[in-house]
Every structure is written in C-alpha cells, then in structure tokens.
C-alpha cells in the first residue's frame, strides 16, 4: 500500500521520523523503514550540542552530516534539532560554568559561537530549525509563574533576552532556514493550558520587535491517560498560525502505562483504542490548520525510544512494535492522510 510519506506528499505535508544514529545505515529493516516512510528526518541527538562539540573547540559532525547526506540521497528534508536547550550540554560546559571558569559573558559568547558554527555547518541543508528549546514553565508547576522559565539554565545565565538573540543569531548564519520554537505541553491541554497562553503571547511580543521566528512546534510527547484535549490542540495550534507562523508537531509519541497501579483499565485494551487515537487526533489537527507543515514521531520502534528510560512504568509509545512491524497507530494515521 502507499506509504506514510507518499500520502503526505500528495497534501503537502512532511511526515517524519526522529532518527537514531547508532541504527541507520547498520540496522537493514530499520533504514529501509526511514527511507520508505518518512519524508522528513530528525537527528534524536546527533545534533545536540554534547554531541557536536564533545571536546571545546573540536567538532564532530560525521553522525550529523550522514543523516543530511542519507536526506538527499531519499529526497527528505530535515528537521534540526536543537541550538539552545539546558540538557545534553557539553560537559566541558557544564563544568566551566560550575566552576567559575566560564563568566556569564564569555557564556553568551561561547553561545553566540554555537549557533553560528552549528546553522553555518548545516546552511542551506535544513529545512526547519528547533532554534530554542523548553524554556518556558509548566503550567502545574506552581512554584514557577507562567512565562519564561526563571530557573532555566540559559535564562538564569544570560537573561529573558538571550531567546530572540538567538533566533537573531541562527537567521544571521541561515536566512533561508525556518526557525521554531520548540516545546512540549503547549498545544492541547485540559485544564488550564497556561502554557500555551504563555508561549502564545510571548512569541506575539517578538513578532511585534521583528525576531526573526518563522515556528511553533508542539513535540507533542502524550501518554494514553491523561491531559490531551483534541479540539484544543487543533485551536492552539490555529492560534499559533494566526499569528503568521507556520506550526508543526515535532516529537509525536504516545507512552503507554506498563504494570502501573493507576491505571483504570487493563492497559492492552486502553492502549489499543487510546494510542491510534491519540496519533490520529494529532494529525488531524495538523491536517486542519493549513500552516501546519510536518508531522514528526519521536522514534522509528518500541525497541529504541527513549519513554522506558525517562517516564517509569511506562513505554510501547511509537508507530512500529518491538519486532518493528507496523501497530494500529501506523495505520491509523494511514488511513488519516
Ligand atoms: C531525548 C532523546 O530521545 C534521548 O535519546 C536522549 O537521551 C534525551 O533526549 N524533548 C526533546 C528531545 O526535545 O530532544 C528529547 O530527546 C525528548 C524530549
């Protein structure tokens, strides 16, 4: 039958795949799989800051730049994921500006050099950029005010300021590349959505000073339970394209309750309805809000994601099984496009 990508293509819309270095190219049935389905690729890690630049000054851009030189050779665009995020930060970083090596000053100027040499390395060859990364407070999280992220690392360093510096900074090295705010939790939520409320006016406020953001991408990271309001993921992310930016879901996946004493019904009969419908919810909305450009999973298989190792008691969140044979979410979102 058709595939996922050739489906998207006939309405204009990327569908694509984070990307797991140490699988494409060694691993047969997984590449064949990247290639046939997807037409838009994300480096999981490749191109995180801990992985380009594991020593100071001295970068390595080989897994990176196989996954652009595999995007030519099957016609897929790419996703570049991400310039400024608190996690996955060199530890020659880290370390530096623990120990009072790294000033603040020289911080932003280390950062400064990041972007450049990052979005200069990759010019021309990435279709969308996730420029900034999570900086903005959950809404449950009480302790904070919604907005920007006050115990951020970046923000506590360098200032509320330093996010359209950097967008200022990737434009600069690529003026063709479109760049996104990327962030979880800030399209769709029952309850209060403040988050959303929070992105929205404040990327509002930049547009208003001329930052040169094109982007809002949901990563839409769900689970088969809780929070998830279809009908206010479609309005949220219409609100962001009502502004004038183009919208993307960037890190779909829906983690399912393994063994978990919360859980109301047997968690294979959940999963079963809850999972598809949730992935086919999402790409509806992207379906109906026309700036919305891609539609991404955060990962190829149950086998190699990153749900088990980060939320407990939970996994199988991904379009293909453990065996890498396609799941009911695989055909929903087929039967969608
Ligand atoms: C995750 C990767 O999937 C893992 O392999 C890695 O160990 C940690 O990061 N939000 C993001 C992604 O923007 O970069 C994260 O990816 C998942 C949450």
């Avoid at 399209?187 to 000073?209: I, M, P, W």
């Amino acid at each position: 039958g058709d595939s996922l990508r050739a489906l998207g293509a006939h309405q204009g819309l990327g569908i694509g795949t984070a990307v797991d270095m140490a699988h494409l190219g060694s691993d047969r049935n997984y590449t064949d799989i990247v290639a046939d389905q997807f037409s838009v690729v994300t480096p999981e890690n490749a191109m995180k800051w801990e992985a380009v630049e594991p020593t100071r000054g001295a970068h390595d851009w080989r897994p990176a730049d196989q996954l652009v030189q595999f995007a030519r050779q099957h016609g897929q665009s790419v996703r570049g994921h991400t310039l400024m995020w608190h996690n996955q930060l060199p530890a020659w970083l880290t370390t530096g500006v623990d120990n009072g090596t790294i000033s603040d000053p020289q911080l932003r100027e280390i950062l400064h050099r990041h972007v450049t040499d990052e979005v200069g390395h990759f010019r021309g060859q990435v279709w969308q950029w996730d420029v900034v990364n999570e900086v903005f407070a959950n809404s449950w999280d009480k302790a904070l005010p919604n907005g920007l992220n006050s115990e951020d690392f970046w923000i506590r360093h360098l200032g509320e300021g330093i996010v359209a510096d950097v967008f200022r900074w990737a434009h600069q090295a690529d003026p063709k590349a479109l760049l996104f705010y990327n962030d979880y939790n800030i399209a769709g939520q029952d309850g209060s959505n403040a988050k959303f409320t929070a992105v929205h006016d404040y990327v509002e406020r930049l547009l208003a000073q001329g930052v040169p953001i094109d982007g809002i991408g949901e990563q839409g990271h769900l689970d088969t339970q809780y929070g998830f309001d279809p009908q206010r993921f479609q309005a949220d992310l219409q609100s962001y394209a009502d502004l004038g930016l183009k919208v993307a879901v960037t890190e779909a996946d829906v983690r399912t309750f393994v063994n978990n004493a919360t859980e109301q019904v047997p968690t294979s009969q959940l999963a079963a309805f809850a999972q598809p419908y949730e992935f086919s919810e999402m790409l509806k909305a992207c379906q109906l809000v026309r700036q919305c450009v891609s539609f991404t999973a955060w990962g190829v298989y149950d086998g190699d994601s990153w749900i088990p190792g980060t939320f407990s008691g939970t996994g199988y969140g991904l379009l293909y099984d453990v065996d890498m044979r396609p799941k009911p979410a695989y055909f929903a979102l087929r039967k969608d496009l």
